[in-house]
């Protein structure tokens, strides 16, 4: 069976819609919690493919979070196995980190729907034709490496990036309309709204959220399916490479 690995930094930062889609294909799931416990370090060997989440550190404080050191050398081999990478908000950040990139604080962050167009061409991007709004909540960007395409962006920063069979999404692609609302009403993330947007910034927040969710979903759905065969297609090459012999 298909193993897929979920490094997640908060118990509110979950796959969201992506997890449909992991079911659907039937892949098994394994977590990682760092916000349980930090000191877990990771065998990368059972693994078929990488999803790596958001969360509510920075890129830039491995004095704080350790084991986001961890991360970045382990998507590190991973890359070098040419192991199938989704990173996600935090995730992408460690991901452009990891392909020899680095991070930096925008002067101001993206919180709610922002527009992005597309600026380069992979074939998993095409349902991303047309210029649409997608969800953003962070406050640092990344700064690609040589070599690697980007793909989305907007006047603040880069949104998606790839190289070879790896993507990172600036952006929160996964969300539904209960994910958004439990983040605009958790205590602590509405604290960290508050010090950046005033009172009516977060009411528009909610009401276009009713205007650019649905089409947002849709596009989710096309890329999820998309990436995920990924997963799979490196499942059977390994079959294949593998034949006559026991996987794990």
Not at 47 to 62: A, Q
Not at 229 to 239: E, V
């Given at each position: 069976?298909?193993?897929?690995?979920?490094l997640?930094?908060?118990p509110?930062?979950?796959?969201g819609?992506?997890?449909?889609?992991?079911?659907?294909?039937?892949?098994r799931?394994r977590?990682?919690?760092?916000?349980?416990?930090?000191?877990?370090?990771?065998?990368?060997?059972?693994?078929?493919?990488?999803?790596v989440?958001?969360?509510?550190?920075?890129?830039?404080?491995?004095?704080l979070?350790?084991?986001l050191?961890?991360?970045?050398?382990?998507?590190?081999?991973?890359?070098?196995?040419?192991?199938?990478?989704?990173?996600?908000?935090?995730?992408?950040?460690?991901l452009?980190?990891?392909?020899?990139?680095?991070?930096?604080?925008?002067?101001k962050p993206?919180?709610?729907?922002?527009?992005?167009?597309?600026?380069?061409?992979?074939?998993?991007?095409?349902?991303?034709?047309?210029p649409?709004?997608?969800?953003?909540?962070?406050q640092?960007?990344?700064?690609?490496?040589p070599?690697?395409?980007?793909l989305?962006?907007?006047?603040?920063?880069?949104?998606?990036?790839?190289?070879?069979?790896t993507?990172?999404?600036?952006?929160?692609?996964?969300?539904?309309?209960?994910?958004?609302?439990?983040?605009?009403?958790?205590?602590?993330?509405?604290?960290y709204?508050?010090?950046h947007?005033?009172?009516?910034d977060?009411?528009v927040?909610r009401?276009?959220?009713?205007?650019?969710?649905?089409?947002?979903m849709?596009?989710?759905?096309?890329?999820?399916?998309?990436?995920?065969?990924?997963?799979?297609?490196?499942?059977?090459?390994?079959?294949?490479?593998?034949?006559?012999?026991?996987?794990f």
């Amino acid at each position: 069976m298909t193993r897929i690995l979920v490094l997640q930094h908060s118990p509110y930062e979950p796959l969201g819609i992506l997890i449909h889609t992991l079911k659907k294909m039937r892949l098994r799931i394994r977590y990682v919690n760092f916000s349980r416990d930090p000191h877990l370090r990771v065998d990368l060997s059972r693994y078929h493919g990488i999803v790596v989440l958001g969360g509510v550190m920075h890129p830039n404080e491995p004095d704080l979070y350790p084991h986001l050191m961890h991360e970045i050398e382990l998507l590190q081999l991973a890359i070098a196995k040419e192991i199938p990478i989704l990173g996600i908000c935090l995730g992408s950040q460690l991901l452009n980190m990891a392909l020899g990139g680095r991070c930096y604080a925008l002067e101001k962050p993206e919180f709610g729907w922002e527009r992005i167009e597309k600026c380069g061409e992979h074939h998993l991007f095409e349902s991303f034709d047309l210029p649409i709004h997608v969800f953003q909540w962070h406050q640092f960007a990344s700064k690609t490496a040589p070599g690697v395409d980007i793909l989305l962006e907007n006047n603040h920063c880069v949104q998606a990036f790839s190289y070879q069979n790896t993507v990172g999404l600036q952006f929160h692609l996964e969300v539904d309309a209960n994910l958004i609302q439990r983040w605009l009403e958790h205590p602590n993330y509405l604290e960290y709204l508050r010090r950046h947007l005033q009172l009516e910034d977060i009411q528009v927040i909610r009401e276009e959220t009713k205007r650019y969710l649905t089409e947002s979903m849709a596009v989710a759905k096309l890329f999820f399916a998309n990436f995920c065969r990924l997963f799979s297609k490196k499942y059977y090459t390994l079959l294949s490479n593998r034949a006559g012999r026991e996987l794990f």
